[in-house]
């Protein structure tokens, strides 16, 4: 697979652009709203990934444009803080619905972590997991890594994939350093000089180079982990279980802002910026060009959303075969086929 090439600010300039708030307007939001059949909204809270960067922008896209508003809901979203605390919240009942990395899920599901939360649609067809740093921090390689300290949020895919990732790329991970940091403000911490790399999204690249005026250097996991998915859409098994027709309705309303944001990548920061002022418009539409060569792949096709069983059951192979897993897991447990897209 291609490898996809990636003085601190003042720090007004690094607190405004990383510093990220939830904001619940919308042009599908308030009290007398209806959906298009006159019937009332279904209330429903949406967590993103990560934070409220350009990557997650088609969550905003989808309110703001009235694609939820449409499908019968009105979401309020609310900024995530990674894989691992994006299932507890939604496993909890304060969410209902949100994106997680796939590979991250399967971590959490057989290591006995987490349960009682299913995948109902792809995001990413490829992860976007990576160690992120900038250039002078004599960081080229993933054995550079070694002896270095990084920040990321307990529960991020990238922290929790770590030591599969430094087996498979011949890193000790013992010698490599982590801290505690918060989506929100991981870039400034990178800016700032008090971690040598972050835990980070690929697509990333622009807003980490907004911020630090530097040269950004990525570490991808698809390099030497092939084949994973990136992120999906989960929801409750109880919710999947008791209204699959609702779940449906929510995916694809959501994968319309998807494939809108894709498109249109600069109306789709803008909206962005609407809701969260800290967006920086240019890095947004960057992070969202990015991402637009993971959300399709030739085994999905010219469709969006879709999961395929072989190629899970690949991803729990690896896992395995690296010793990250403590319990036989297969696709059904994590993903339900019923509801996800088909190619």
């Known amino acids: 697979m291609r490898r996809l090439t990636r003085t601190v600010a003042t720090a007004a300039l690094a607190t405004a652009l990383a510093l990220v708030s939830a904001c619940s307007g919308g042009s599908d939001s308030g009290d007398d709203a209806k959906a298009p059949d006159g019937a009332a909204l ?22 703001e444009k009235g694609f939820f508003k449409d499908a019968g809901f009105d979401v309020e979203i609310k900024p995530g803080q990674g894989t691992g605390a994006v299932i507890q919240t939604i496993v909890g009942g304060q969410a209902q619905f949100g994106p997680i990395d796939l590979t991250g899920g399967l971590l959490q599901l057989g290591n006995g972590q987490a349960k009682d939360f299913v995948a109902v649609a792809a995001i990413q067809q490829r992860t976007m997991a990576a160690i992120a740093t900038v250039e002078g921090k004599n960081i080229a390689s993933p054995k550079d890594l070694e002896g270095k300290k990084l920040a ?28 505690n940091g918060e989506a929100q403000t991981l870039m400034g911490t990178l800016a ?3 971690v040598d790399g972050i835990g980070q999204f690929v697509v990333g690249q622009p807003t980490i180079e907004t911020v630090t005026k530097k040269k950004a250097v990525l570490l991808p996991y698809s390099n030497v982990m092939q084949d ?26 959501l994968l319309k802002g998807l494939e ?22 240019d890095a947004a539409a960057a992070e ?4 637009a060569g993971y959300v399709r792949s030739s085994n999905s096709g010219t469709a969006i959303g879709t999961l395929d069983s072989g190629r899970v059951a690949k ?17 059904d447990q994590i993903i339900d086929f019923n509801l996800a897209p088909k190619a």
């Open 42 to 63: 279904e209330k429903v809270t949406y967590l993103t990934s990560f934070g409220n960067f350009g990557r997650d922008s088609y969550a905003w896209v989808a309110k």
């Open 315 to 331: 991803s729990i192979a690896i896992l395995q075969g690296a010793g990250s897993l403590k319990q036989n897991i297969t696709p």
């Open 288 to 291: 969202l060009q990015l991402m």
């Open 152 to 179: 990321d949020t307990p529960g991020s895919v990238v922290r929790n994939l770590f030591p599969t990732y430094a087996r498979m790329a011949g890193v000790d991970a013992s010698k490599v350093t982590w801290v």
């Open 228 to 253: 994973l998915y990136g992120n999906v859409l989960i929801t409750s098994a109880k919710i999947a279980k008791e209204k699959p027709e609702m779940v449906k309705r929510f995916t694809a309303a």
């Open 192 to 194: 700032s000089g008090q």
């Open 260 to 281: 809108y944001s894709l498109a249109n990548p600069k109306e789709a920061a803008e909206l962005l910026k609407k809701n969260v002022d800290a967006t920086n418009i």
